[in-house]
């Protein structure tokens, strides 16, 4: 009986949830996707550091990307260690907007492995990506959405005011869409990366920035994410504690806690 793994593991260890009894699935070469949170203001686990910003790890895709870098480079860095996370194995690199937040850590990953490419949305100042080709760093600007590595898409910038772009990962059960602060919106950013995937979300986290909506705003928000088909909602740093809550009592257990030290898994999708 072929039986894939759920998307989330709910267990710090990460062991696989399995249905008893199951066999060994016959395509097991499929490699795990993981994404590991390596800053944020919340936390998860013991050891990291929390801190005004965000950053993840995605491991098990073609590529192994570094999505935003959190506000301070040491704490980037330290976080890093303490999650046995190596600079030197990242390959590319997506900020997704130009906000210090998530780009106060590049200068100090690329100052330990200038080997990679870097996603930058149109917006980012010219200083800024100067600094980062000094590094060595292969700066590509991300006008339009784009295919970075099989499996793995940006939205291309959003947004007028303030210029984002987003990370849509395909996975076995459905696409996985990872925001930095959804200042384009929350829910445009779900709609455009479902067209671009053109598959149902399975899960949606990062920073919703909801902290100055109503709870009748919050409600019509999560009302446009089930309309949408989004499963499992992960949201953190910038979203607000009170939007934070109410997604949790409206998802239930398909409320996916999320912080520092927060691992979680699926498999990639079949070839």
């Given amino acids: 009986m072929n039986k894939r793994l759920v998307i989330i593991t709910y267990l710090v260890l990460l062991a696989p949830v399995r249905i008893a009894g199951a066999a060994e699935p016959a395509d097991k070469e499929r490699p795990d996707i993981r994404v590991t949170v390596l800053y944020d203001n919340y936390s ?32 980037l860095v330290e976080n890093m260690e303490k999650l046995n996370v190596d600079p030197e194995n990242v390959e ?3 900020i997704s907007h130009d906000h210090g937040d998530h780009t106060g850590g590049l ?15 149109p917006s980012c100042k010219e200083p800024f990506v100067e600094k980062i080709k000094n590094t060595g760093a292969q700066v590509v600007i991300a006008d339009a959405p784009a295919k970075i590595c099989a499996g ?4 291309g910038p959003m947004g007028t005011r303030i210029m984002e772009q987003s990370m849509i990962v395909d996975t076995a059960d459905g696409a996985v869409v990872i925001t930095g602060c959804a200042h384009p919106g929350i829910v445009e950013i779900v709609r455009e990366s479902r067209a671009i995937l053109g ?7 990062g920073g919703f920035h909801l902290p100055r909506k109503s709870e009748a705003e919050l409600r019509q928000i999560i009302g446009e994410f089930r309309k ?35 691992t979680l898994k ?6």
């Fill in 92 to 94: 590319i690199v997506v």
């Fill in 44 to 75: 998860f686990a013991k050891g990291p550091k929390t801190d005004w910003g965000f950053s993840c790890l995605l491991t098990g895709t073609e590529k192994t990307i570094l999505f935003d870098t959190g506000t301070k480079p040491d704490l």
């Fill in 266 to 271: 699926t498999e990639a999708p079949a070839k």
């Fill in 152 to 155: 793995v898409h940006l939205t």
């Fill in 199 to 205: 598959k149902d979300i399975r899960l949606v986290f």
């Fill in 228 to 262: 949408l088909g989004v499963q499992q909602v992960g949201p953190t740093h910038c979203t607000g504690d009170r939007a934070i809550r109410i997604f949790k009592q409206a998802y239930g257990s398909d409320f996916v806690q999320m912080g520092v030290g927060r």
């Fill in 107 to 121: 200068l100090a990953l690329l100052a330990k492995n200038g080997n990679v490419s870097v996603y930058l949305p």
